[in-house]
């Protein structure tokens, strides 16, 4: 039996990809490539170029491989994208998931492990939130994510179809042998934009708005390994391979880093000066966003081990240096 990457030559599925391998288990890997890198997937995975809103392109592949859990990594995730385009989100990860369920129902596959987000929270109402904290996304991004939650929970009443919706805070850092990394074009994530201006690439970070209800002022975000991340996608399909019910989980450091402290830390990590100023706000960017993760450390009995911002942004630096132009295929 294989375990189905949806998404598996993006940032956190292609770490996904390795980490599986890594463990001995027999990987497939679907991506469109519109934003993955085919570079990124580790060798032994068996690699489908397609989309996961083609029903005929799904219908083939589970005709042809023999899949016990997918693990859906395939969305777009730019919150002010989504601000722009809302419809795009909508269509791709809301859309998608109701082709991939529908799929997974007439191949009698069982279980999915799903890349949710914090954004499903909006504004949170306490200074860190729980999986029962109200959902109310003040983006569209958010949005068609919650709606994709929804959507399997009707497919677990209905069909039985069990899957762990895994809501990620700030997702930074490499592998730790440098060999894949985060590579978007545009990159507009904070780490990846930090480290390009750290190694010249940019002449200098926006901080964007300095006028959130902060310390500091700059927006609080719990940053979180991705390599953290992945061993957390295995142990949520081994809870639901032992047969445990439908669940939630926050993936989080459990500590909030504020956009001016992940600068002073990735100075202190690099050794570079790493130009800033502030510019007006971006659309869509709650004040904070910090987890309580002590649930899947309860349940899935998850244990980070990368617990200090720091060793995170290192991890990313190593992956930058080694590679300054990414994967240099777009
Ligand atoms: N951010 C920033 N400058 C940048 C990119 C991001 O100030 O060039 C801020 C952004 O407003 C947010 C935080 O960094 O408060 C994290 O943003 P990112 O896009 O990395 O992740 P998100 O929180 O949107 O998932």
């Known amino acids: ?47 489908y170029q397609g989309d996961v809103r083609d029903r005929a392109f799904l219908d083939q592949v589970f005709e042809k491989e023999t899949i016990d859990t997918v693990i859906h990594f ?15 989100y909508f269509d791709n990860n809301t859309g998608g998931v109701i082709t991939l369920l529908e799929a997974m129902h007439d191949h009698g596959i069982k279980r999915i492990v799903f890349s949710s987000t914090a954004a499903t929270y909006g504004n949170p ?8 904290d109200r959902q109310d996304p003040i983006n569209p991004y958010g949005e068609s994510k919650l709606m994709m939650e929804k959507i399997m929970h009707w497919a677990d009443v209905a069909y039985g179809i069990k899957f762990v919706a895994l809501r990620y805070f700030n997702v930074a850092g490499a592998a730790e042998d440098g060999t894949i990394g985060e590579d978007h074009h545009p990159e ?15 002449p200098e970070l926006q901080i964007y708005g300095d006028d959130y209800q902060t310390p500091d002022g700059s927006n609080v975000r719990d940053y979180v390994h991705v390599m ?28 909030g880093f504020s956009v001016k402290q992940i600068v002073e830390a990735a100075r202190e990590a690099t050794g570079e000066t790493i130009p800033a100023k502030v510019a007006p706000r971006r659309p869509g960017d709650p004040d904070t966003l910090v987890a309580q993760s002590d649930k899947a450390r309860e349940i899935l009995h998850w244990q980070p081990k990368y617990d200090d911002v720091h060793q995170i942004i290192k991890t990313a630096w190593n992956w930058t240096q080694k590679h300054p132009n990414g994967f240099e295929d777009k």
């Open 1 to 47: 039996m294989a375990v189905l990457v949806l998404g598996g030559a993006g940032y956190i599925g292609s770490h996904m990809v390795k980490r599986l391998v890594e463990q001995g288990e027999d990987v497939v890997v679907i991506d469109n490539l519109v934003t993955g890198h085919p570079n990124a997937i580790a060798k032994e995975a068996r690699f």
């Open 74 to 88: 395939a969305a777009f995730s730019i919150v002010p994208e989504s601000m722009k385009d809302p419809l795009k």
């Open 125 to 132: 109402e306490h200074e860190t939130i729980k999986e029962s």
């Open 188 to 202: 507009t994530h904070l780490i990846p934009i930090v480290l390009q201006v750290a190694l010249g690439k940019r």
């Open 228 to 255: 953290d991340l992945a061993d957390a996608h295995i142990l949520a399909m081994k809870y639901l391979q032992a047969g445990h019910d439908s669940n939630a989980f926050n993936l989080g450091s459990s500590t």
